[in-house]
């Protein structure tokens, strides 16, 4: 029998909450049948969804959160209400080791202050960063951080590099995925001291990914690496400009075929590929960031997704949970000390060799 | 009678170089009666190519340079040949006031190297900035800094700031262009300290532009302001993942209308949709990176560019020269000084106040 998998949902996060959480996990639970659930929040708004649920009701619990982190809570305020919120108290469970995940659609913000006090950094790990899906004419590859860490040294660059690598074999089911350091060109000699001290130490022999070198911004989409690594500041522009790009040429199409009945009339016809490409380019596809390196798997739902798109997010946190995500970043982690001739004392608290 | 505009061009710059340059010129000529060329390069190629063109023969002549300078070679290389290369030489008839505006579509770090070397900054500017246009739901935006500095300061942003909305005034033809700062999120308090000091002086009394606060990456394409002012880093990566995206999105497009009979004939239906999208998208029309700050109207097509790309940079830099960019620029850093209090020393070369 396999073991079941809790999964905490912060049951009062996100624009459409507690609906959409709600619809979101009776979704993920007809495709993990072996997750279960707790919801925290109101239970007199949550109980009722959850007995209309086919899936869901059976195998949910609702815990009472009286506090709600709401979109405009400064971290510092979610912080001073996580034992009472719905979001604290969801991320509190899997501290406890109560549940193996946590899923929130919340302030980001506010979810990123509060798993970090709760959940702590791994064994090892300095920073941890918040990593996500971007689409590539490939499928999708693996971008980190996106905001977590404004700056970076090339230290936490390198450990970046090591989690999104584990993270996209995870994740993207891929035995070697590629490493790509974002600069202003992909010549050796390119961009700040940091991305080129982070390169050195990435070629360095036994250090545990395939590093393909620099990438670009337009590589991003072209999917030359599986996984772009990259501080926190430019990672979210990145991020943010391919959503205003994608949204603006979308755009662009959508009124060409407003523009004659001919361009109407082949709209029309034409509705089977626009499905098709819809659902290729469904950003509901890349919902979730999940903050890599904290002890514990914590994935961000975007603040306005639908129950599908929660549901991708719960998704991509049992799938990190089966994998034992976590344990590998921190195996990987000593891999990469011991070939930098580092005592492993930060990534297992003991004092190396002995 | 209005005056003659002398504009030098790199004869052999660009991937498809010399003739996108002398097309390129012959169609910018149709459209600039008042503009004349000075064509820098290989006489024995140039010079049949300029009399089969109908506009451009009475109005171009050839200036023999032996050197080239090559997508490959570093900007050193380029420097080391300013005096014999087709690039080096156009740019050194600016320097010597021969002619009004310099462009090429060569190698972007030589232009720059070269350019900044041969024309030096403006008075009163510390740091030359590379801008372009970035298309939008509302037309182009113009986006600074582009790769030209990968540091950059507080002084240097807002610099860039008081550039960025003379360069809008010009080519974008608006009286009060807006300008925000690229950051992580809209609210006063993010990103570096670097940012939030540069806002802090452009919201000062007296600042010589529009100042809308910060914007995020998705702000670009939603055209939120007219202006979007960051480092040469970011902006080099934000231009390119711009680029990236809409590559990807349009392929995304055409791939979908492939996949069945009926999208085939709809698509053919829409083909008039098809020509206003690509017109509209048309990177052609975005062609040119201005080198703003220096002392010399200096406009770098893009390498790979046709001559219609060719001549609408030639059009840019027509248009600075006509708008007395740099005058203008040389005015508003001075009333930039004043608002901050410091000594116009810089802006003119002598003490202020007397």
Redesign the interface.
């Known amino acids: 029998m396999t073991r079941k998998i809790v999964v905490a949902l912060d049951g009062m996060g996100g624009d459409h909450a507690p609906e959409t959480v709600v619809e979101g996990a009776n979704i993920a639970r007809e495709r993990y049948p072996d997750a279960t659930f707790v919801l925290y929040g109101s239970p007199s708004k949550l109980e009722p969804l959850v007995a209309r649920q086919r899936w869901l009701k059976d195998c949910c619990r609702v815990v009472e959160a009286a506090d709600v982190v709401t979109n405009d809570d400064r971290p510092t305020a979610a912080l001073r209400k996580r034992r009472t919120s719905s979001m604290g108290m969801a991320i509190g469970s899997v501290a406890e080791r109560e549940a193996d995940c946590v899923v929130s659609a919340g302030n980001t913000g506010a979810l990123l202050a509060t798993a970090g006090v709760l959940l702590g950094t791994l064994a090892g790990v300095k920073r941890a960063a918040l990593a996500s899906f971007v ?3 490939k499928g999708e590859s693996v971008m980190l951080d996106l ?1 977590a860490n ?2 970076c040294d090339a230290n936490n660059l390198v450990e970046f590099a090591v989690m999104g690598s584990v993270f996209a074999r995870s994740v993207l089911g891929l035995e070697q995925p590629t490493v790509g350091l ?1 600069n ?1 060109g992909a010549e050796e000699g390119k ?2 001291e940091t991305l080129r001290d982070a390169a050195a130490t990435l070629r360095l022999d036994g250090v545990p990914l395939r590093f393909h070198g620099f990438v ?7 999917g030359v690496v599986d996984v772009v690594v ?1 501080d ?3 990672g ?18 959508r ?3 407003k ?2 009945t ?2 109407k ?6 509705s ?3 499905n ?2 819809r659902q ?2 469904d950003p509901r596809r890349y919902n979730g960031g999940v903050f890599l390196g904290l002890d514990g798997v914590c994935v961000k739902s975007h603040g306005g997704t639908d129950a599908l798109g929660f549901a991708y997010a719960i998704g991509l946190a049992v799938d990190m949970v089966k994998f034992s995500l976590n344990d590998k970043v921190v195996d990987e982690l000593r891999r990469l000390r011991l070939a930098l001739g580092e005592p492993s004392r930060q990534a297992d608290g003991t004092a190396g060799g002995a």
Chains 1, 2 share one sequence.
């Open positions: 689409p590539t004419v905001g404004i700056q974002l202003v961009g700040s670009e911004g337009s590589d991003i989409g072209a990259t926190g500041f430019t979210n522009v990145a991020l943010k400009t391919i959503e205003g790009t994608a949204k603006l040429y979308t755009g662009f199409v009124e060409a075929f523009t004659s001919l361009a009339i082949g709209y029309v016809l034409a089977g590929a626009w098709k490409l290729r380019a």
